[in-house]
């Protein structure tokens, strides 16, 4: 089951688990700042689109953002079911190891993912779709998909759709989100966001507001986790027939979240995103033996920044900085079995630097590097298995050259690295192989843009460490993907 809590779920899966038990301190380093946003939607996360979108594919503009990165961060807590294992899963919130992630995995999501400028172009765009895919081993790809579609209802009031689609080892996503937002000519708006999924006591409920001058933007929500479980399990109950697993919420989930934007003059321009899930309690149980499941404790929190000055409109360059937590305390009730007492504490700290140059009318240089870090502790207090204290660190990055002819042909190269060092902790967390490699490597692109409504490209990787994977030819897999817009 891909939830991970219907039929029989708790039978096979209670027993590979550990146990919860303490609170959080999450920090939610909150922003006031603004940002010029006509009241689109707010599950789009974009605002005006730039002057290349709609019209002429030049010039671009020469911006990154942390918009994706936070969007990414909120699905972990506002999507539980994508994680592999469904929302009772044991891996944790943040869901970064797993068997089938090689060395190569995170320089793969790099070579995958778009790059900062288009990043922030997509960011701001009010609709369209988006798909990437890359391989990630002889067998399978990753790829991703986002399409969002608002209506204008007239009298400020829009009605927006947002559908999110990821297949990755960890995360099997496929989440579907619509809101209503009205805005007012002085620049304040509301919106309410429900997520529509088939399995209903895992639906959201958001309720928020913002206000947007030609300065910025800052919006705030609060969101109603799993906002029919109570109702559907402990009001109107479930067949065990149904349902092998119930869940009750003891101390219910709310998020809450805060994004923000400003400019300061022609050259200084401000960013922030963060969120906090208060802390909550449930208790997962069979519905034939309720002594047999386990409490869980969970708090999550995550906070964003960017600062970035522009020399000029052909030069750019910024700092950014984010930060992850999730801590997750599993206790077993009183048949649950001693694997399902643990305490896990996830976290990812990143910091990082970018420049952006328009060093011709068709030629652009694109460069970004972070320093990453991932600790990860699970003490197990039931007495089965050996505790986890692992942390690798990285430094991680891309520098590259686009070039962009005027009759719609693209091509990229860049070079891209992810050297990444296990501190502690070497073979404590799951995976495909040790993540402890220097990985490099060669990234050729050529595509074509139809106009600035849509565009398409492809790449090939060129090995350049002689990892085992290449099998001394140069060969380090493909990519693609498009980016459609209406």
Not at 164 to 175: A, G, Q, V, Y
Request: hydrophobic letters at 40%; proline letters at 5%; glycine letters at 10%.
């Amino acid at each position: 089951m891909r939830n991970g809590v219907r039929g029989g779920t708790i039978g096979r899966t209670v027993g590979s688990w550990r146990a919860p038990r303490s609170l959080l301190t999450a920090v939610c380093a909150a922003t006031i700042m603004l940002a010029a946003f006509p009241a689109t939607s707010h599950c789009q996360s974009d605002s005006v689109a730039p002057p290349d979108t709609l019209e002429h594919p030049r010039p671009v503009a020469l911006h990154a953002t942390i918009r994706g990165w936070g969007e990414s961060t909120w699905l972990l807590i506002l999507d539980r079911s994508a994680a592999d294992g469904g929302r009772l899963t044991n891996r944790g919130i943040l869901q970064r190891f797993h068997e089938a992630i090689d060395a190569e995995y995170w320089l793969d999501q790099i070579s995958t993912r778009y790059g900062p400028v288009d990043e922030y172009r997509w960011q701001r765009s009010p609709s369209g779709a988006r798909f990437w895919t890359g391989s990630i081993n002889h067998q399978d790809l990753i790829a991703g998909l986002v399409i969002k579609a608002p209506v204008d209802l007239g009298r400020g009031w829009t009605v927006a759709l947002r559908f999110d689609k990821e297949d990755t080892p960890p995360i099997d996503r496929n989440f579907l989100r619509l809101e209503f937002a009205k805005a007012w000519r002085g620049g304040a708006s509301a919106f309410f966001e429900g997520s529509l999924e088939a399995y209903k006591p895992e639906m959201d409920l958001t309720l928020g507001g913002g206000f947007a001058d030609q300065a910025g933007e800052v919006s705030a929500s609060v969101t109603w986790l799993d906002a029919f479980n109570d109702v559907i399990y402990q009001g109107l109950e479930v067949w065990p027939g149904f349902a092998d697993t119930a869940i009750d919420y003891e101390k219910q989930a709310f998020a809450l979240r805060a994004t923000a934007e400003r400019r300061f003059g022609p050259h200084l321009r401000l960013e922030a995103d963060a969120a906090v899930m208060l802390p909550a309690r449930v208790r997962a149980y069979r519905q034939l033996a309720a002594d047999s499941g386990f409490v869980q404790a969970e708090e999550f929190a995550f906070v964003a920044g960017l600062a970035e000055w522009a020399f000029s409109p052909k030069l750019s360059a910024g700092g950014f900085a984010n930060w992850v937590r999730a801590v997750t305390d599993r206790t077993p009730l009183p048949q649950g079995g001693p694997e399902n007492d643990y305490h896990l504490v996830e976290q990812t700290t990143r910091a990082g630097a970018y420049a952006l140059w328009q060093v011709l009318r068709d030629w652009r240089i694109e460069a970004w590097v972070v320093h990453e870090w991932r600790p990860e502790r699970r003490e197990l207090r039931g007495g089965v298995g050996e505790d986890v204290d692992y942390e690798d660190r990285a430094w991680r990055g891309s520098a590259g050259v686009v070039y962009r002819a005027p009759g719609g042909f693209r091509a990229e190269a860049a070079f891209e690295m992810d050297l990444r060092d296990v501190i502690r902790g070497e073979g404590q967390v799951p995976k495909g192989q040790s993540l402890d490699h220097h990985n490099t490597r060669l990234r050729l692109e050529i595509g074509w843009e139809f106009g600035a409504r849509f565009r398409a490209e492809a790449g090939y990787r060129i090995d350049l460490d002689g990892d085992e994977y290449t099998h001394g030819d140069w060969y380090d897999g493909a990519h693609g993907g498009f980016i459609l817009h209406w």
